[in-house]
């Protein structure tokens, strides 16, 4: 549960082609100042030099009293040089035009007269400076319209360009997958030996479909295929081909395969492949959508190719179900291997893998820290492994300590703290007691995970958390989705408590999140007064249905609102001892609030004025 920030801050935004793109614009504008520059030097050396400057009407009087020597005269810059009887040179600057009359004076009073080359009136600078703008103006819409105008130059090249690359990455980099590494040994089989795949009368699938959520090492998987059987690795992005233009999609995916092809065997990654592959039937329709449909044919089209080569296309997805049917027939992507989010042993092994080069202190237990992180992904767990090594580099240890990896993992599940940030005390409070709201509730709920930690330090872009502990259970029971509800509401409740009835946008996020959970408690689970069924969320289907689930929703947040209203207003002693100590504290853990409650006496229980389960 996050305090959501104001609406309007800056969020970090990645975007490396676009930063490219205006690095180079920035050089193509920087050359074309330098030219300009460069040719626009007023006076060339003669102005560097230190010689006096005269009037106009001096220098013509001077050559009319054959004072002058010699005249050099650079209409280029509209400067003459006078060099004087006795040696000394002087010069001065005239207007447009006048370069000829003064020329004719100096040869009527029998000066040797000489004059600079027209550096700027050369045909070449000429035609350079007409071009030069032209260039730019074009320089400008190829960089920041070409993707969007189907001028697709730079990305085309550029996966022209792309080096053929067989990765060093093994199985042994991955672990608690062994079950999806098994099923992939057998691809690499197929791969290094095809021949006692095809004597046996055997097909290898042309495709296979990792699925599982983000971070547990889909592309890492596809790597080590590729590594352990010493052949290429090609990697495309289903998201990248949404967001270009028709054809650009089609032609990756065909030069991806020729290339492959070409090779003999190889694998082609294509990872978030639901982004092309997604049922036609539920797409909306647009140009996004066509494009995708021409990516997803060409795909189709490529794998059809190529049933008796060594190229073997592996995509990733987190959602099979949503996938074209097309893609998913035999022949195509057969083959699904579920890639889940690790279990307490596979997260063992995965922080023991990146213990391997690290040092750590003795009091560091990687099986108890494991039983902690439920939900953490491989890549989490990589992340916070780097993390706690930056912490003990911060405080200049040698080794990692449990301090270290505590810390670590209080910036994993809860953000960074950003300490520096200032902080009114009316925010403070207001953010103490909607914390409060969320771990007093989740405390007292006997179905809620339990409170590991609740903080008033900003974090991320929080202003404050309550990290929930979490368990590896795979079945969400509906007593248990009903206190989520509650636990999301009872920030809003506390801080209607604390403001005399008034709150403030902080629960924006405990909203989202209750929103979408109830979504899925009505469509898809079957907990609602909807009844066990499947329905169509309200996002896709209009009409009496759609307003019938929104009911549904609506009736189950209504219901947390009223019970964490409820929740509060019975438990008020708790949770005005637990702001206090916030306030002072800012941070406290699950134990600390579990010794509060308890010197209150009898721990209190939860009071609801609606039954939980009073839904039929
Ligand atoms: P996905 O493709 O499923 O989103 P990635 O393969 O990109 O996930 O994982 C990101 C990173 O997380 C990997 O490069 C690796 O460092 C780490 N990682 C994820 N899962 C594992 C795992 N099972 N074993 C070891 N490292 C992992």
């Given at each position: 549960m996050r305090m959501t920030p104001p609406p309007g801050r800056p969020g970090p935004e990645r975007n490396k082609s676009r930063n490219t793109r205006l690095q180079m614009v920035g050089i193509a504008v920087l050359f074309a100042l330098v030219l300009v520059l460069l040719f626009n030097l007023p006076g060339g050396k003669a102005a560097k030099e230190d010689t006096p400057e005269v009037t106009l009407s001096g220098a013509v009087q001077a050559i009319k009293e054959g004072k002058v020597a010699r005249l050099h005269l650079n209409d280029g810059s509209r400067r003459a040089t006078l060099v004087l009887s006795n040696g000394t040179k002087v010069q001065?600057?005239?207007?447009?035009?006048?370069?000829?009359?003064?020329?004719?004076?100096?040869?009527?009073?029998?000066?040797?007269?000489?004059?600079?080359?027209?550096?700027?009136?050369?045909?070449?600078?000429?035609?350079?400076?007409?071009?030069?703008?032209?260039?730019?103006?074009?320089?400008?819409?190829?960089f920041f319209m070409g993707p969007k105008m189907g001028m697709n130059v730079g990305k085309m090249n550029k996966s022209r360009r792309a080096p053929i690359e067989v990765p060093e990455t093994r199985f042994s980099d991955v672990a608690g997958s062994d079950e999806a590494v098994s099923e992939l040994a057998e691809v690499v089989e197929f791969l290094n030996t095809p021949e006692r795949f095809i004597n046996a009368g055997a097909r290898m699938p042309n495709g296979v479909l990792l699925v599982g959520p983000p971070g547990t090492g889909k592309t890492l998987l596809a790597r080590a295929v590729a590594g352990e059987a010493g052949v290429p690795f090609f990697a495309l992005s289903g998201s990248d081909f949404v967001e270009t233009f028709v054809g650009v999609g089609a032609s990756r995916v065909r030069q991806v395969f020729t290339a492959a092809r070409k090779l003999g065997s190889a694998i082609i990654f294509i990872d978030e492949i639901d982004a092309v592959g997604k049922a036609r039937s539920s797409q909306a329709s647009g140009s996004g959508n066509e494009e995708r449909e021409n990516t997803l044919n060409q795909l189709l089209v490529e794998m059809d190719g190529f049933s008796d080569s060594g190229v073997i296309v592996l995509a990733a997805t987190n959602r099979a179900d949503v996938l074209d049917s097309a893609l998913t027939r035999p022949g195509r992507f057969d083959r699904h291997i579920t890639v889940p989010a690790p279990d307490r042993v596979g997260r063992t092994k995965i922080l023991e893998l990146y213990a391997r080069d690290r040092r750590f202190s003795r009091d560091v237990d990687f099986v108890s820290l494991?039983?902690?992180?439920?939900?953490?992904?491989?890549?989490?767990?990589?992340?916070?492994?780097?993390?706690?090594?930056?912490?003990?580099?911060r405080h200049g240890s040698g080794e990692i300590t449990n301090a270290h990896l505590q810390a670590a993992l209080s910036t994993s599940y809860m953000g960074r703290a950003r300490t520096s940030a200032v902080v009114t005390e009316r925010d403070r409070r207001i953010t103490a007691w909607h914390e409060a709201g969320h771990a007093v509730?989740?405390?007292?709920?006997?179905?809620?995970?339990?409170?590991?930690?609740?903080?008033?330090?900003?974090?991320?872009?929080?202003?404050?958390v309550t990290w929930m502990g979490g368990n590896d259970n795979s079945f969400l029971t509906r007593s248990e989705a009903e206190a989520r509800l509650v636990v999301a509401m009872a920030g809003r409740a506390a801080?209607?408590?604390?403001?005399?009835?008034?709150?403030?946008?902080?629960?924006?996020?405990?909203?989202?999140?209750?929103?979408?959970?109830?979504?899925?408690?009505?469509?898809?689970?079957?907990?609602?007064?909807?009844?066990?069924?499947?329905?169509?969320?309200?996002?896709?289907?209009?009409?009496?249905?759609?307003?019938?689930?929104?009911?549904?929703?609506?009736?189950?947040?209504?219901?947390?609102?009223t019970n964490a209203r409820n929740l509060v207003a019975g438990n008020l002693p708790l949770l005005e001892a637990l702001v206090r100590e916030l306030l002072v504290e800012e941070t406290v853990s699950g134990q600390e609030l579990s010794v509060l409650a308890d010197r209150l006496g009898d721990r209190p229980a939860p009071v609801y004025a609606t039954e939980l389960h009073q839904l039929p």
């Open positions: 001065t600057a005239y207007p447009v035009g006048s370069g000829p009359s003064l020329t004719t004076t100096a040869i009527e009073a029998d000066v040797k007269v000489t004059a600079a080359p027209n550096k700027a009136s050369s045909p070449w600078m000429g035609l350079l400076f007409t071009l030069l703008p032209v260039g730019l103006l074009i320089a400008f819409f190829v494991a039983r902690r992180t439920p939900g953490l992904t491989g890549a989490d767990l990589s992340s916070l492994m780097n993390e706690s090594a930056l912490e003990a580099a509730a989740a405390m007292l709920l006997p179905h809620a995970d339990d409170p590991v930690s609740v903080t008033i330090v900003p974090r991320g872009v929080a202003g404050g801080e209607e408590y604390h403001l005399d009835g008034d709150y403030t946008q902080g629960a924006a996020s405990d909203f989202a999140s209750a929103t979408a959970l109830a979504t899925s408690m009505v469509t898809e689970f079957g907990m609602s007064p909807l009844g066990p069924t499947t329905r169509s969320s309200y996002g896709h289907v209009g009409g009496a249905q759609s307003d019938r689930v929104g009911e549904a929703v609506d009736t189950l947040l209504d219901q947390a609102i």
